[in-house]
């Protein structure tokens, strides 16, 4: 499988500036109609695409794979699911052109669907989460970013992707009031070195995800990025996978729905929403919506 045959943004290095957009359907939309016109007008240079399973099912058609996100109550609390039918992601290097593709999509799917959830997030130091912590560090590289990430065959299908993305809010104020150690702890690494902590508790985030130590294992390709308004903060957590399984497996365990044992993440940080988007391949530049008979 080519990697051309996936959208650009999926594997390309993060870019310092995102905007994530959520939309729901409008009432009485065409919605295929809206979802062909937005496939061609769409420019993959603007960011990634997705399409959730409430579009797919008001398309009267399936995805193999994709499913709406799921409610969970779980140990560390509750886990909400925002599922809508459309999501985007922009990637940029300024936020001049974020706004123009916003301008852009908006002529796009306006009557068809209606902003939902908007938001802008950063690079932040580099590439760390707000707590100081580097992310990404784990992530495949090259051909196993590939085979993590995308869908390797089937006609309409080859070169796809599903994201998983919920959005965290930290509360920053109580994670710096812990003692460093404690703080390196709740992540299983240490702050100033990224070494990882061979005796960090069972608790510890890179403990409870270490992708290798699931059955099958779980890589993922992660592109989170932080968020962060004057009083609120956080991380847009965005996971590209070939399978969402390899994502809630880990979400599931993370939660302490595995043995009970809590991501110590949670200990300053909650999911405020969640949705899974299947996102389509490109063919000749354009996204290629055969799969949803456009
Ligand atoms: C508050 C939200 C989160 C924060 C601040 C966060 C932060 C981090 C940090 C600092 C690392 C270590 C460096 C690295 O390898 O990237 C990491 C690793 C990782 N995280 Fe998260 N994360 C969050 C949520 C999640 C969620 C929801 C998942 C998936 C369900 C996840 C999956 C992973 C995986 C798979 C690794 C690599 C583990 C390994 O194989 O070593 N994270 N995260």
Known sequence: MKPSLSQPGILAAPLPVGRSLVFRIAPGADVAAALKKLGKGFSTSW?????????VRALGRTIPGLRAFPEMTA?????PSTQQALWMFLRNRDR????????????????????EDAMDTFLYAGGKDLSGYEDGTENPRRAAAIAAALISSGKGLAGSSFVAVQRWAHDLQLFQSLPRTQRDAIIGRRADTNAEIATAPASAHVKRSAQESYDPPAFMLRRSMPWAAAHEQGLEFMAYVESLDRFERVLRRMAGLDDGIVDGLFTFSRPLTGGYYWCPPVTRGRLNLSCLGL
């Open 96 to 115: 001049t052109a974020t706004f123009d593709a916003t301008m852009e999509i908006r002529s796009l799917v306006a009557g068809a669907f209606v902003l």
């Open 47 to 55: 960011g990634v695409m997705g399409v959730g399973e409430p579009l």
């Open 75 to 79: 140990p560390a609390g509750p886990i």
